[in-house]
């Protein structure tokens, strides 16, 4: 049995992650066995450029982590080496960019084993799902600009009916003039 100092410690990280996976957007648990250093610098300064933590941490605080935030899925993926990237703010960036890495590995060592998203535990396949989709930014600008179609067609239609008009009073009155 551990001493009560090291039991106080893991039960704080465990509280921390706990917290963690309860406020973020969405995050992304995979094996990582067999990357270099220098590829895994490059994925750390990829995902740290799109403001998502990436770490690893110990399968069995994970477990006990997710458990307290309601993942109790988890548990069958969490054997092995993992590391977890979470992002707090956009739900598709760690998807997008870790599903990029694995295309990268061509599937010899760097594998997703699960993610999660809003509080919801999903596949592989639907994390891949996930990382086709396009940045939040750029969902924001379709939305804008599906919003503002409709206006812009309704301007396009009175201004129509203005210059019609404004064409029939110079024909007017160059008939009056004439």
Do not use: H, W
Request: one cysteine or more.
């Amino acid at each position: 049995m551990p001493n009560a100092k090291v039991l106080s410690e893991k039960q704080a990280i465990v509280a921390e992650l706990t917290e963690k996976l309860k406020n973020a957007s969405s995050g992304v648990l995979v094996d990582y066995k067999g990357i270099t250093v220098a590829e895994d610098t490059a994925l750390r300064a990829e995902l740290r450029k799109n403001g998502i933590e990436y770490s690893v941490v110990k399968n069995t605080l994970t477990l006990f982590a997710a458990k307290n935030a309601g993942f109790d899925s988890l548990s069958s993926v969490l054997n092995g080496t993992t590391a977890l990237a979470i992002s707090m703010d956009d739900p598709v960036a760690p998807a997008r960019i870790i599903s990029k890495f694995c295309e990268k590995m061509q599937g010899k060592k760097f594998f997703m084993k699960a993610g999660f998203v809003d509080g919801r535990v999903i596949s592989v396949d639907e994390v891949k799902a996930l990382a086709s989709l396009p940045a939040k930014e750029v969902l924001q600008a379709q939305m804008l600009g599906t919003m503002i179609a409709p206006i812009s067609g309704l301007v396009n239609v009175l201004n129509a009916n203005i210059r019609g008009l404004a064409v029939a009073l110079n024909a007017i009155a160059e008939k009056k003039s004439a």
